[in-house]
């Protein structure tokens, strides 16, 4: 699907879009990636249908802006498949498809589902997320990396790279924007935040920075319906929690700051272990 867009830079503007792109480089190092963890972030909506959210990403060095607050890809339309048919694999990946060509018509960003991921082309696709399938077009889950190909297939995040000048956060690949339990992204070069690859936990936040991190909660993470977080920002953030599934913002029964690098949380409705999004 064609979601809802604007594109930084167009072919044939009325300015010269290669020096646009030389500046989108400069910012990116040639990466492309999402700005945020945050942004063009797939969910599943319903067994046929993945959601994904707005914000802005780089790609062939053009920084486009997704503005729907949700863009719908459905699993069970065979035109949302890079394809063109319904996939009968165990698992695709949820792609932002665009190639920047100088065309007289702009060439537009698409939201699709890669069927045959053996056919997966970083300079084709930027990818936003794995979806396993139970049968042939309904959705079991969805995942922000390929855990069979990481660290290859996952998402990037904006000047990632800097960090690469900090050992802790270079070594052994630690230094994963998104993992199964663990999400951070900033989109600036002194706004850093590292993860432990194997476990998510944060390892490393560079001197001086706060900005937007994400834990994902699982409900066999919680002990004795209590979540907690251990963060290491040095601070005693606002908190934010989302329903995996649906979306929406659950308010915790209780948020308590143990100290500026740990809080824990609990939850009082029906479901007192949700699965979650943490958003700090």
């Given at each position: 699907?064609?979601?809802?867009?604007?594109?930084?830079?167009?072919?044939?503007?009325?300015?010269?879009?290669?020096?646009?792109?030389?500046?989108?480089?400069?910012?990116?190092?040639?990466v492309?990636?999402?700005?945020?963890?945050i942004?063009?972030l797939?969910?599943?909506?319903?067994?046929?249908?993945?959601?994904?959210?707005?914000?802005?990403c780089?790609?062939?060095d053009?920084?486009?802006?997704?503005?729907?607050?949700?863009?719908?890809v459905?699993?069970?339309?065979?035109?949302?498949?890079?394809?063109?048919?319904?996939?009968?694999?165990?698992?695709?990946?949820i792609?932002?498809?665009?190639?920047?060509?100088?065309?007289?018509i702009?060439?537009?960003?698409?939201?699709?589902?890669?069927?045959?991921?053996?056919?997966y082309d970083?300079t084709?696709?930027?990818?936003?997320?794995?979806?396993?399938?139970?049968?042939?077009?309904?959705?079991?889950?969805i995942?922000?990396?390929?855990?069979?190909?990481s660290?290859?297939?996952?998402?990037?995040?904006?000047?990632?790279?800097?960090?690469?000048t900090?050992?802790q956060?270079?070594?052994?690949?630690?230094?994963?924007?998104?993992?199964?339990h663990?999400?951070?992204?900033?989109?600036?070069?002194?706004?850093?935040?590292?993860?432990?690859a194997?476990?998510?936990?944060?390892?490393?936040?560079?001197?001086?920075?706060?900005?937007?991190?994400?834990v994902?909660?699982?409900?066999?993470?919680?002990?004795?319906?209590v979540?907690?977080?251990?963060?290491n920002?040095?601070?005693?953030?606002?908190?934010?929690?989302?329903?995996?599934?649906t979306?929406?913002?659950?308010?915790p029964?209780?948020?308590i700051?143990?100290?500026?690098?740990?809080?824990t949380?609990?939850?009082?409705?029906?479901?007192s272990?949700p699965?979650?999004?943490?958003?700090?």
């Amino acid at each position: 699907m064609i979601p809802t867009q604007i594109r930084a830079v167009d072919p044939h503007s009325s300015y010269n879009s290669d020096n646009v792109n030389r500046i989108t480089r400069i910012i990116t190092d040639g990466v492309d990636s999402v700005a945020q963890d945050i942004d063009l972030l797939p969910s599943k909506y319903s067994n046929t249908s993945i959601s994904v959210t707005s914000g802005v990403c780089v790609k062939d060095d053009v920084m486009i802006q997704l503005t729907d607050p949700i863009s719908a890809v459905s699993s069970n339309v065979a035109g949302d498949y890079v394809e063109g048919t319904i996939s009968t694999n165990p698992y695709g990946y949820i792609v932002l498809t665009y190639q920047y060509v100088k065309t007289p018509i702009p060439v537009q960003a698409k939201l699709q589902i890669l069927g045959i991921v053996a056919n997966y082309d970083p300079t084709l696709f930027l990818f936003l997320g794995r979806v396993n399938f139970t049968t042939p077009g309904v959705i079991d889950t969805i995942q922000l990396d390929d855990p069979d190909v990481s660290p290859v297939l996952q998402r990037s995040v904006l000047n990632f790279s800097s960090a690469y000048t900090d050992t802790q956060a270079r070594a052994a690949d630690a230094y994963n924007p998104i993992t199964n339990h663990a999400a951070s992204a900033i989109g600036d070069r002194n706004k850093l935040v590292a993860t432990d690859a194997g476990t998510g936990e944060i390892v490393y936040v560079s001197k001086g920075s706060f900005g937007l991190s994400q834990v994902e909660v699982l409900p066999g993470d919680y002990v004795g319906g209590v979540a907690t977080i251990t963060h290491n920002l040095g601070v005693r953030p606002v908190v934010q929690c989302v329903d995996y599934s649906t979306g929406e913002e659950i308010v915790p029964a209780t948020v308590i700051h143990t100290n500026e690098n740990i809080f824990t949380l609990t939850f009082s409705q029906f479901d007192s272990t949700p699965h979650i999004y943490v958003l700090f």
